[in-house]
């Protein structure tokens, strides 16, 4: 059998020698091992935003992919390095919420928590777990290791604290923007099923109007809200920046009427 693929998320960069230092790593344990870059400009220390991120992105990716996210704000401290099995994928990294979203995806098996030395590098930096235990971890198990035995079941994992729209009557809808993309659309945490049937938009202190099917129901440099393809609400600018037009930002609340 072919060894499965390996992708790698992180908040390093690309100047540093930090994700060549784990590809190296990889393939010393398994050099027939495909190492594909999700993307490593997570913003630093940004958990959150590495979650939304992995749970876009791994649903997509086929059975047996081994996934290792590396967003670790406490690597050397007290929390689990751990390796999870979700719906036929394998993700390893920390403890840390950085997996949450992605379970709530592709569905949660089990958990084991990292102590096989054979798993991990003989000298250990307690600030690179990325290289010298999560790209380790995954080069063994791609080049055959066994789950069983990278160590014992996990203690109960860390969930991330997302914030949840609520609604202070039954027509409304009030929730915030959670993620500013490259574009500068700002994602909210409003899902298309609690749309029901859409609705008046007002993000901060402005109305955008109803929601739209696609960016090209305004002109150009016009607000607007629309379903993204993450199947949440998103307030945009057509062909330009919502975060810069409409001043919005991370927190930024959203308000939709249902009437």
Known sequence: MTA?????????????PYVAAMKGVIASFCPEAAVTDLSHCIGAQRITEGALFLAAALPWWPRRTIHVAVVDPGVGSSRQPVV????????????NGLFTLAL?????????????PA????DISP???????????AGWLAAGGKGEEVGPLAEELVSLDMPTPHEPDPDTIVGEVIHIDHFGNGRTNISRAQLKDGGRVRAGFRDIGPVRATYSDVEAGEALALIGSTGHLEIAVRNG???????????????????
Request: hydrophobic share 40%; glycine share 12%; net charge positive.
């Open 4 to 16: 499965p693929a390996v992708t790698l998320t992180t908040d390093f960069g690309w100047r540093d």
């Open 84 to 95: 999870i099995w979700a719906g036929g994928h394998i993700l390893v990294g920390p403890d």
């Open 104 to 116: 709530e995806s592709l569905g949660f098996e089990t958990a084991r928590r990292i102590e096989n």
């Open 119 to 122: 798993c991990m590098l003989a």
């Open 127 to 137: 600030t690179f777990h990325g290289r010298d235990v999560f790209a380790p971890t």
């Open 241 to 259: 920046s919502a975060a810069q037009t409409l001043g919005i930002g991370l927190g930024s609340p959203v308000r939709v009427r249902r009437k």
